[in-house]
């Protein structure tokens, strides 16, 4: 099935800026689905709020547009009670991080077989630009005018730590990264995050004198690498690309499953 | 043997001019027109990379192949 017919085409030319990089991961993302062959009414999609939330309203699947930060614990009943069902999270930096944090790292933590996708653009855009935590030390942001003193998070050291068991990255210049990411974290059982760094011209862009979106691409082009390559040893400061987690651990449902089934046969006596 | 690039579909309503394509083009094949929005100069240098259509924020380009090959 071609990715134009997973998308609601009523809904286009869809409210992202011009430039956003939120398009390019909804694209990636169709692309993974198309290549895996999912039906439609295999997928459920499962959003917070926040610009990147709004990816949705734009697809024909099985969707839920819920609470700021709370998408993984709706995620997490919708997989709990139709475990055969392809359960997809897409979420912005501060969705995921600030108000959905604590979510975030229990969801890490059960391993519950779903995809978390971090659309990390480093800012608050739908609010008006304020600094989110992944924003990081220097960056300008309209609640932080003489630039932000907060170190970020690490998404891929966060999930790891809390017990993803896969974690990628890429960015959405290296498009076909992200169509391959998505799908292999689809396929993973387990709980699977992917970090995709977006570009939000609009704010992140004016704010920190980017000239346009092409200079932000240009910027993900040359300070990113594929993980444990030669440049990242002479250039520390770069940013790694790649899959960083990839293990295999029980899975959430399979050992509720069997709990049900002990609590069954107990009762049976 | 490359697949050969039969038309670039532009969907003029849902482009927003973001130049992305233009810029990436690693052929030069496209650039925005007088009302901002992306249009094809020079179909024939076109290499069918399809980065322009897979790199478009919105859903707007569409890179068509000959032989009854999916788009």
Redesign the interface.
């Known amino acids: 099935m071609p990715v134009k017919d997973y998308i609601r085409k009523r809904f286009f030319p869809h409210i992202w800026c011009p430039g956003c990089g939120h398009g390019i991961v909804l694209g990636g993302m169709l692309g993974a689905i198309e290549e895996l062959g999912l039906k439609k009414k295999d997928v459920v999609m499962v959003s917070g709020i926040g610009c990147s939330s709004r990816i949705v309203g734009y697809v024909d699947f099985h969707t839920l547009h819920t609470l700021h930060g709370r998408a993984l614990a709706f995620a997490t009943g919708v997989k709990f009670s139709r475990p055969e069902l392809n359960v997809i999270v897409p979420m912005g930096d501060g969705d995921a991080t600030a108000i959905g944090g604590n979510h975030f790292i229990h969801a890490c933590r059960r391993n519950i077989n779903m995809t978390a996708i971090v659309m990390n653009n480093r800012i608050y855009g739908m609010t008006g630009g304020q600094f989110s935590p992944l924003s990081g030390p220097g960056i300008y942001a309209t609640t932080a005018p003489y630039s932000s003193i907060d170190y970020d998070f690490d998404i891929v050291e966060l999930a790891r730590g809390s017990g993803a068991t896969f974690v990628a990255r890429t960015t959405v210049y290296h498009v076909n990264e992200v169509k391959d990411y998505i799908k292999k974290a689809i396929q993973h059982k387990g709980f699977s995050v992917v970090e995709i760094l977006s570009q939000c011209p609009t704010y992140f862009g004016r704010k920190n004198k980017l000239k346009d979106v092409n200079e932000m691409l240009e910027y993900f082009k040359n300070n990113t690498t594929p993980v444990g390559s030669q440049a990242k040893k002479d250039n520390p400061n770069l940013i790694e690309r790649g899959i960083f987690v990839q293990i295999q651990k029980e899975e959430y449902c399979d050992k509720y499953l069997n709990v049900i089934e002990a609590a069954s046969k107990e009762v049976k006596g | 043997m490359a697949k050969k690039v039969k038309e670039i579909i532009v969907n003029k ?2 482009c ?5 394509c233009v ?2 083009c690693p052929k030069k094949v496209l650039k925005l027109d007088k009302s901002n929005k992306a249009a094809v100069t020079d179909l024939d240098s076109c290499i069918g990379c399809k ?1 322009c259509e ?7 380009i569409e890179v068509k192949f000959l032989d009854n090959e ?2």
Do not use: N, T, V
Request: include cysteine; glycine fraction near 10%.
């Open positions: 309503e849902w927003k001019g973001c130049g992305i810029h990436f980065l897979l790199r478009c924020p919105d859903f707007a999916q788009s």
